[in-house]
């Protein structure tokens, strides 16, 4: 849940990311669509200190960073330059 009350679900399947309220689960839609930003069977989503979403792309195998707001792709970080398996 991000500070702003929102749930983000990684949906393996739908390759995206949908947003939910945290007060009363209405859907927000949406944050980034189907395949959207490089994102490829998408697991652990966390919010980040700098209050940018996190996201481990299995299917590309690297961490994707989006804007919360916008969904928009800020920066794409490949397994091998972190040194760790994603999966």
């Known amino acids: ?18 947003r ?7 859907s927000l839609g949406n944050l980034v669509a189907p395949n959207g930003g490089g994102l ?7 919010v ?6 996190m996201a481990i792309s299995v299917g590309t195998d690297s961490v994707l960073e989006f804007d919360p ?3 928009e792709l800020l920066k ?7 040194g760790v398996p994603l999966a």
């Open 69 to 71: 707001t916008t969904g």
């Open 40 to 46: 490829d069977q998408p697991i652990g989503l966390k």
């Open 1 to 18: 849940v991000s500070p702003s009350g929102v749930v983000y679900v990684g949906r393996y399947v739908e390759n995206d990311i949908y």
């Open 76 to 82: 794409s970080v490949q397994a091998d330059e972190l």
């Open 48 to 53: 980040g200190p700098n209050g940018h979403l």
């Open 20 to 26: 939910y309220s945290a007060s009363n689960f209405a």
